[in-house]
Antibody
Framework: QVQLVQSGAEVKKPGASVKVSCKAS????????MHWVRQAPGQGLEWMGR????????NYAQKFQGRVTMSRDTSITTAYMELSRLTSDDTAVYFC????????????????WGQGSLVTVSP | QSALTQPASVSGSPGQSITISCTGT?????????VSWYQQHPGKAPKLMIY???NRPSGVSNRFSGSKSGNTASLTISGLQAEDEADYYC??????????FGTGTKVTVV
């Protein structure tokens, strides 16, 4: 069965960077876009961007341009999301999720989700 | 990109039907059929309930149905059950090749 297993919780200082990993199994990792979504405490879902695991190509939400980097390592079927210059507003649970349709298409409909990784930014 | 607009809360009694609306623009909901709905229980990851406006993934109860008219999509839950109590989010593909989520609706089974 499809599984997306994310890295554990992190506590970071303001101004630091965080890198969250998402290990995929049970399907062809390079066959589907991987998206990243975050959720601040008590708030709604927010799309951060997507990566094409086959080509490495990325598209980021305008809000995160210049601060987010999405990457992947196909040899270990793992996607990464790195967010820099952290502030308290970045305290959130970060999710990876795979697109429902095969590449090259991307419907931006997310059918498999990781368990989430809590990132806390605190002095 | 502004979030899609959903009611903050909807409630219903067991067995009743409820409908959640999701209003966007012609650049998202109105322009594409890539509208999805997600259910999220506290402390859990979202679960896809509806995709392509009205399709259910395998394993999702047929009590959940989706539709769209113009710039507004809707999720209907029929035969409401206690386990349906959760937060629900709509989402849509956008003309900027991005994904936008709704503001979220808390469903309470009273």
């Amino acid at each position: 069965q499809v599984q997306l297993v994310q890295s554990g919780a992190e506590v970071k200082k303001p101004g630091a960077s965080v890198k969250v990993s998402c290990k995929a199994s049970g399907y062809t990792f390079t066959g589907y876009y991987m998206h990243w979504v975050r959720q601040a405490p008590g708030q709604g879902l927010e799309w951060m961007g997507r990566i094409n695991p086959n080509s490495g190509g990325t598209n980021y939400a305008q809000k995160f341009q210049g601060r987010v980097t999405m990457s992947r390592d196909t040899s270990i079927t793992t996607a990464y999301m790195e967010l820099s210059r952290l502030t308290s507003d970045d305290t959130a649970v970060y999710f990876c999720a795979s697109d429902i349709v095969k590449l090259p298409a991307a419907n931006h409909e997310l059918d498999n989700w990781g368990q989430g990784s809590l990132v806390t930014v605190s002095p | 990109q502004s979030a899609l607009t959903q009611p903050a809360s909807v409630s219903g009694s067991p067995g009743q039907s409820i409908t959640i609306s999701c209003t966007g623009t012609s650049s998202d909901v109105g322009g594409y059929n890539y509208v999805s709905w997600y259910q999220q229980h506290p402390g859990k990851a979202p679960k896809l309930m509806i995709y392509d406006v009205s399709n259910r993934p395998s394993g999702v109860s047929n009590r959940f149905s989706g539709s769209k008219s113009g710039n507004t999509a809707s999720l209907t839950i029929s035969g409401l059950q206690a386990e349906d109590e959760a937060d629900y989010y709509c989402s849509s593909y956008t003309s900027r090749i991005t994904l936008v989520f709704g503001t979220g609706t808390k469903v309470t089974v009273v």
